[in-house]
Nanobody
């Protein structure tokens, strides 16, 4: 089991950049697939990006492709979300999540969330 803590959220202007970090505890982090989700006010939580345990595979929501990059450092037990060319519609609470397998395996561990606000 892992525990997750996000950091790096804040306020950015449209066109700017932010990097979110998700620090994990637990000895099994390197075997987990990791993901980022977000939830805007009044909307359901949505998928943003995912990365496999060995960084060999990544996937992104169409809305962030080409602007966001997910990465991980297993030695530091940390996953990152680099967000460039930010838009006001990227404003949301961003959640880090972990799952013990790939496609078809549900995310079973969630962080507390980090607020990202993009001003126009």
């Amino acid at each position: 089991q892992v525990q997750l803590v996000e950091s790096g959220g804040g306020l950015a202007q449209a066109g700017g950049s932010l990097r979110l970090s998700c620090a994990a505890s637990g000895r099994t982090f390197r075997s987990y697939y990791m993901g980022w989700f977000r939830q805007a006010p009044g909307k359901e939580r949505e998928f943003v990006a995912t990365i496999s345990w060995n960084s060999g595979s990544t996937d992104y929501a169409d809305s962030v492709k080409g602007r966001f990059t997910i990465s991980r450092d297993n030695a530091k037990k940390t996953v990152y979300l680099q967000m460039n060319s930010l838009k006001p519609e990227d404003t949301a609470v961003y959640y880090c999540a972990a799952r013990p397998g790939g496609i078809g395996v549900p995310y079973d561990t969630w962080g507390q969330g980090a607020q990202v606000t993009v001003s126009s």
